[in-house]
C-alpha cells in the first residue's frame, strides 16, 4: 500500500523523505482535489503516522531525526548500504511506475545512450509538474486495488474472502492484525517535517524566494519599519507557495504569512516553477543589458558626431 508521495526534480533527499512524509498524513481525497482527481475516502484512506520508519540511507542518515524521534515518537531503521533488495517491494515499484511513464509520457528517455542523428526526446517534453503528479496519483490509485499475484496470503485471510490487492490487504490487517492507526494534527506534524529556510523582513514585506509575504503580527508589530533587513527562519512547503510559516520557540505555534501582491501571480505555482520563471527573467533582463551597452555606445558615439558637427560649423563662421 502507498501510503504517501512526493515528485520533485532533486534527487534522493531529506527534503523529499520529508515531504512524503508530509503527504502520508495528508487527507488524500483533498490531496487527490488538487491535482483535479476525485477519490473517496476508501479508494485511498492512509493519513496515519507509522510506528517504524524504515529508511533508505541516502535519505536519512547523516540527518537529524530527532524531531521524529523525540516529538512524534517514530522508530527510524536504516537499511544496509547497496541493500535494495532489502525493501524490493518498494524499488520494484519504483521501476514499475518508470516503466508505466516512459510508455505514455512525451518527451521520456526511452534509451541511455543516444545515437548520433536519434532526436533529443528532451524536445517532446509536455508536462509541467502538476501534470506529472497528477500521472503518478493515477498509477498509485491502479497500484493500491491491483492483485499482488505472489502476495504469501494467511489462511485467515482467505476464509475471509480477502483477493490480496494492497487496498485489502491494508483493511484486513487494520482489523485483525495490530494495526494501531495513529494521527496526529497535520499543522504540528509539518512543523516538524517541512524544510526550512531563511526570509529577509523588508520595507516590501517579508521577501522569500523573491516572493513577497505579509501577515497580521508583522504589521501589528511594524517589522517592516522596525526590524528591516533582519533575516528570520521559516517553515514553507515546495508544493503550496501561497504561505510560509514562522515558527514559535515553543515548537507548537506558528505564524502564517500570506503571498502579498503581485507576488500572489505565484500562488498555484511550485518552488521549481518559481525558481525557473526568476532564472528566466534574469536571463532576460541580462540580454537586455548587453543590447543597452551596444545602444550606449551608438548613443555616444551619435552625440559626439552631432557635437563635433557643430563644432566645425562654429568654426567656418568665425573665420
Given at each position: 500500500?502507498?501510503?504517501?508521495?512526493?515528485?520533485?526534480?532533486?534527487?534522493?533527499?531529506?527534503?523529499?523523505?520529508?515531504?512524503?512524509?508530509?503527504?502520508?498524513?495528508?487527507?488524500?481525497?483533498?490531496?487527490?482535489?488538487?491535482?483535479?482527481?476525485?477519490?473517496?475516502?476508501?479508494?485511498?484512506?492512509?493519513?496515519?503516522?507509522?510506528?517504524?520508519?524504515?529508511?533508505?540511507?541516502?535519505?536519512?542518515?547523516?540527518?537529524?531525526?530527532?524531531?521524529?524521534?523525540?516529538?512524534?515518537?517514530?522508530?527510524?531503521?536504516?537499511?544496509?548500504?547497496?541493500?535494495?533488495?532489502?525493501?524490493?517491494?518498494?524499488?520494484?515499484?519504483?521501476?514499475?511506475?518508470?516503466g508505466k511513464i516512459k510508455q505514455k509520457a512525451p518527451?521520456?528517455?526511452?534509451?541511455?545512450?543516444?545515437?548520433?542523428?536519434?532526436?533529443?526526446?528532451?524536445?517532446?517534453?509536455?508536462?509541467?509538474?502538476?501534470?506529472?503528479?497528477?500521472?503518478?496519483?493515477?498509477?498509485?490509485?491502479?497500484?493500491?486495488?491491483?492483485?499482488?499475484?505472489?502476495?504469501?496470503?494467511?489462511?485467515?485471510?482467505?476464509?475471509?474472502?480477502?483477493?490480496?490487492?494492497?487496498?485489502?490487504?491494508?483493511?484486513?490487517?487494520?482489523?485483525?492484525?495490530?494495526?494501531?492507526?495513529?494521527?496526529?494534527?497535520?499543522?504540528?506534524?509539518?512543523?516538524?517535517?517541512?524544510?526550512?529556510?531563511?526570509?529577509?523582513?523588508?520595507?516590501?514585506?517579508?521577501?522569500?524566494?523573491?516572493?513577497?509575504?505579509?501577515?497580521?503580527?508583522?504589521?501589528?508589530?511594524?517589522?517592516?519599519?522596525?526590524?528591516?533587513?533582519?533575516?528570520?527562519?521559516?517553515?514553507?512547503?515546495?508544493?503550496?507557495?501561497?504561505?510560509?510559516?514562522?515558527?514559535?520557540?515553543?515548537?507548537?505555534?506558528?505564524?502564517?504569512?500570506?503571498l502579498l501582491e503581485p507576488s500572489k501571480q505565484y500562488?498555484?505555482?511550485?518552488?521549481?516553477?518559481?525558481?525557473?520563471?526568476?532564472?528566466?527573467?534574469?536571463?532576460?533582463?541580462?540580454?537586455?543589458?548587453?543590447?543597452?551597452?551596444?545602444?550606449?555606445?551608438?548613443?555616444?558615439?551619435?552625440?559626439?558626431?552631432?557635437?563635433?558637427?557643430?563644432?566645425?560649423?562654429?568654426?567656418?563662421?568665425?573665420?
Amino acid at each position: 500500500m502507498v501510503t504517501g508521495i512526493y515528485v520533485g526534480l532533486e534527487g534522493p533527499s531529506w527534503i523529499g523523505a520529508m515531504m512524503a512524509l508530509d503527504n502520508m498524513v495528508a487527507d488524500k481525497v483533498d490531496f487527490c482535489k488538487q491535482y483535479n482527481i476525485d477519490i473517496t475516502e476508501e479508494q485511498w484512506p492512509t493519513h496515519h503516522l507509522p510506528e517504524i520508519i524504515i529508511a533508505d540511507r541516502g535519505e536519512f542518515e547523516g540527518y537529524s531525526v530527532e524531531g521524529l524521534i523525540n516529538n512524534l515518537n517514530i522508530k527510524i531503521e536504516n537499511t544496509t548500504a547497496y541493500r535494495g533488495d532489502l525493501k524490493g517491494i518498494v524499488e520494484r515499484k519504483f521501476r514499475t511506475i518508470n516503466g508505466k511513464i516512459k510508455q505514455k509520457a512525451p518527451g521520456a528517455i526511452q534509451k541511455e545512450y543516444r545515437e548520433r542523428g536519434d532526436r533529443d526526446y528532451r524536445l517532446d517534453a509536455t508536462l509541467n509538474l502538476k501534470e506529472f503528479t497528477a500521472l503518478i496519483i493515477t498509477l498509485i490509485l491502479q497500484h493500491n486495488h491491483k492483485i499482488i499475484e505472489k502476495y504469501p496470503m494467511e489462511k485467515e485471510m482467505i476464509t475471509d474472502g480477502i483477493v490480496p490487492t494492497p487496498i485489502n490487504i491494508w483493511n484486513w490487517g487494520i482489523q485483525n492484525r495490530k494495526g494501531r492507526l495513529r494521527t496526529v494534527d497535520r499543522n504540528i506534524f509539518r512543523l516538524n517535517v517541512l524544510p526550512r529556510g531563511r526570509a529577509t523582513i523588508t520595507r516590501a514585506g517579508i521577501k522569500f524566494k523573491n516572493l513577497l509575504y505579509g501577515s497580521k503580527r508583522a504589521i501589528e508589530e511594524q517589522w517592516y519599519a522596525n526590524l528591516k533587513n533582519k533575516s528570520i527562519e521559516i517553515i514553507y512547503d515546495p508544493r503550496h507557495l501561497d504561505k510560509i510559516y514562522i515558527p514559535s520557540d515553543n515548537g507548537i505555534d506558528y505564524e502564517t504569512c500570506l503571498l502579498l501582491e503581485p507576488s500572489k501571480q505565484y500562488k498555484s505555482d511550485f518552488l521549481e516553477d518559481v525558481i525557473f520563471q526568476q532564472q528566466l527573467l534574469n536571463e532576460l533582463k541580462e540580454q537586455e543589458r548587453s543590447q543597452q551597452a551596444q545602444l550606449t555606445i551608438n548613443t555616444d558615439t551619435i552625440m559626439e558626431e552631432i557635437i563635433k558637427k557643430a563644432e566645425q560649423k562654429n568654426q567656418k563662421i568665425n573665420q
